[in-house]
């Protein structure tokens, strides 16, 4: 076994810094009759390693969530409460959305609720991260600090069609060109969010 093994009663944490396992780990060599003992020692130790950064965290989450619901949680319950819901609900992104040089009946207004609707999951996190800087809507309206903005772009040209859409995520706002159709306006969007 030490032929092949020369360990010591010592592990190296997640910060890089050795641990003695034992006192004097550093001069005692692990042997097969000590094989169990110092990989319990060395779980032990990465296991504890922690500790204050998860009580920390542990002491922040019960700040939001009372500790009695931590407990009654699954992960992804407790995951969505704090983060939002993974997917991005259109509806509830419509309900907390307002228009500026606009109207929510304007052709193009609508060409951008059908693209945002056909999109993909993956696509509509995108475009939310391209807007907001987030992957995820809060859970409620009320849980928005601020509305989501969509305005007609405020540089006009002769040809809306060659510009893409320009986001504000500090605002939480997109611009839009009148683009002259859908087909447009999904790629011109699909390119920007990408």
């Avoid at 890089?16 to 779980?43: H, P, W």
């Avoid at 407990?71 to 997917?87: A, D, F, Q, S």
Wanted: proline share 4%; charged share 30%; net charge negative.
């Amino acid at each position: 076994f030490n032929d092949l093994i020369q360990e010591k009663f010592v592990t190296f944490l997640s910060d890089g810094t050795e641990k003695e396992l034992i006192s004097g780990g550093r001069n005692v060599l692990v042997t097969f009759d000590k094989r169990q003992e110092y990989a319990e020692l060395v779980e032990k130790a990465r296991l504890a390693e922690s500790v204050k950064q998860a009580e920390a965290i542990r002491k922040g989450l019960i700040m939001i969530v009372p500790e009695g619901l931590v407990n009654m949680l699954t992960w992804r319950e407790l995951e969505t409460l704090v983060c939002g819901k993974p997917i991005l609900d259109i509806e509830l992104l419509r309900q907390n959305t307002v228009y500026r040089f606009c109207s929510e009946n304007d052709l193009v207004i609508e060409y951008f609720w059908r693209a945002l609707t056909e999109f993909s999951p993956e696509e509509r996190t995108m475009y939310l991260r391209f807007v907001w800087g987030r992957s995820r809507l809060p859970l409620t309206s009320k849980d928005f600090p601020m509305k989501h903005q969509i305005e007609t772009l405020k540089k006009v040209t002769a040809e809306p069609d060659i510009m893409l859409p320009v986001a504000h995520t500090c605002f939480f706002s997109i611009e839009l060109p009148k683009y002259s159709s859908y087909e447009i306006l999904r790629e011109k969007l699909k390119y920007a969010i990408t």
